[in-house]
């Protein structure tokens, strides 16, 4: 027959949802273990690295996401001075955004002068 330290450690190898006697069990044990001292400081240690884990791991997807609203917003860029280029007449074939907004600008300029 198992001890009980030995059946609470077969049970958490489960990775089953711990059940409230179990709970109980590994806060019985904690307390025996650290002192009711040591045991709020333990519990608020837990509570800031859990929340520091969610804040992290949070950040990384909230930059994906600003990422990819990034490449969104270039792409528009891109296709707005394109468009913008085809209506003045500009061939856009094999040019790149920079060539292109030069293009437009001394476009632009020539048209002012005249």
Do not use: C, H, Y
């Given at each position: ?8 450690s077969l ?104």
């Amino acid at each position: 027959m198992l001890s009980a330290v030995a059946q609470v450690s077969l049970k958490l190898m489960q990775f089953g949802p711990i059940g409230w006697s179990e709970l109980l069990l590994i806060i019985l044990i904690a307390l025996l273990l650290f002192g009711p001292r040591k045991l709020p400081e333990l519990a608020r240690s837990m509570g800031e690295a859990i929340n520091e884990f969610r804040r992290a791991s949070s950040g990384i997807t909230a930059s994906k996401e600003d990422r990819e609203r990034e490449k969104e917003k270039e792409l528009k860029k891109s296709s707005e001075i394109r468009q913008l280029a085809l209506s003045l007449g500009i061939d856009v074939t094999g040019k790149t955004d920079e060539e292109l907004m030069e293009e437009i600008k001394s476009l632009a300029k020539k048209e002012k002068s005249v």
